[in-house]
């Protein structure tokens, strides 16, 4: 198979649905790889640089999934190949703008766009990618347009969000999850519900499938954040504890500071967040800092807390008759945090 079926419909355990939607994830990459060419050689080498760097393709292959729940003869239509394509182009755009603001030297394996053209040229082949996929939404109609629109505007909140932080009155836990929700689990949301709108679904069943796509977002990003700390640099492609380094507080750091707060004698806790909040930039203090982390039990909690996002987004999906396509999503659900094993 080519690097495009590599992630994988075949883990979902249901074959036949992945002979049906095979030929139309090789249609997606086809028009992916049209819609991220055009212009001048040099340009065309910036916008196609994450694209051919590859990818597991995730969105789309959600996209088609979904659209399994409607019409046999509209799943794989024209109309469903160019909502999943543009759901990997907002996602591509997405990732040119996250390095840049994250100042992320890798990205998919290879040196992220802004190290190599700088942030400029990043941030406006982002803004290229976005205008593609806008192209590709608006042959699907104003509502279309107008839902693709929103997801944007959430991922851009999201990110907003994230850099402001959380409101003193808010709870940062709370505010982080739907920091989650908003730059993650928005674009699954679109993507489940434009694979059910246009494959004919109906509906009631493309927003059921929406607050899926939403649910499994956000339990995918607090599986990364126990990945973050957990794996091993070969494993996750970083070093552990890079966020650490960053000064991010993600959902670990964020429930330890929650328990300490709770629990005043968690001598253990408040060290490791003294350890945080001091100097990371020896490898040494670091390595300890994130050892410490995985023998806490916050790390065993976020593990708990992405499991029960799974299972609520597959919950959801109780309101679905018995299907193959509703045996693969519930499969891609538990894909997404089954990581953490």
């Not at 279309?144 to 959430?154: C, G, L, M, N, Y």
């Amino acid at each position: 198979m080519t690097a495009v079926n590599s992630y994988s419909v075949l883990d979902l355990d249901v074959p036949a649905l992945e002979a049906r939607i095979t030929p139309a994830l090789e249609s997606v990459e086809e028009l992916l790889n049209d819609a991220v060419r055009g212009g001048r050689d040099l340009v065309e080498e910036l916008t196609r640089h994450l694209s051919v760097a590859g990818g597991k393709r995730i969105r789309p292959a959600l996209t088609l999934v979904c659209a399994q729940l409607g019409d046999p003869e509209r799943a794989t239509s024209e109309r469903v190949i160019s909502a999943a394509t543009a759901m990997e182009l907002t996602h591509l755009a997405s990732l040119y703008h996250d390095d840049v603001m994250d100042s992320a030297p890798t990205r998919r394996g290879v040196t992220s766009a802004q190290h190599m053209w700088g942030n400029n040229r990043a941030i406006l082949a982002g803004d290229v990618l976005f205008a593609r996929a806008s192209r590709l939404i608006a042959s699907l109609g104003p509502e279309s347009v107008a839902h693709h629109s929103d997801t944007f505007e959430r991922l851009c909140m999201g990110q907003l969000n994230e850099t402001f932080g959380p409101p003193e009155d808010a709870d940062p836990v709370e505010f982080y999850l739907q920091v989650l929700a908003d730059k993650t689990g928005s674009l699954l949301s679109a993507s489940a519900f434009f694979g059910a709108f246009h494959g004919g679904a109906g509906r009631e069943v493309a927003d059921l499938v929406a607050t899926y796509g939403e649910k499994v977002g956000v339990a995918f990003q607090i599986a990364d954040d126990v990945l973050d700390l957990a794996s091993t640099g070969e494993t996750s492609g970083k070093t552990p504890g890079t966020d650490l380094r960053e000064g991010v507080d993600t959902l670990p750091v964020l429930l330890l500071r929650r328990h300490v707060a709770h629990n005043g004698d968690d001598a253990a806790g408040q060290e490791i967040l003294d350890a945080i909040d001091g100097d990371l930039s020896s490898d040494g203090v670091l390595a300890d800092v994130v050892d410490k982390l995985r023998h806490h039990q916050v790390l065993q909690e976020t593990r708990d807390l992405a499991e029960k996002w799974c299972d609520d987004a597959v919950a959801v999906l109780d309101a679905l008759d018995d299907s193959e396509p509703k045996q693969a999503l519930t499969a891609f659900a538990h894909l997404m945090v089954n990581r953490l094993s």
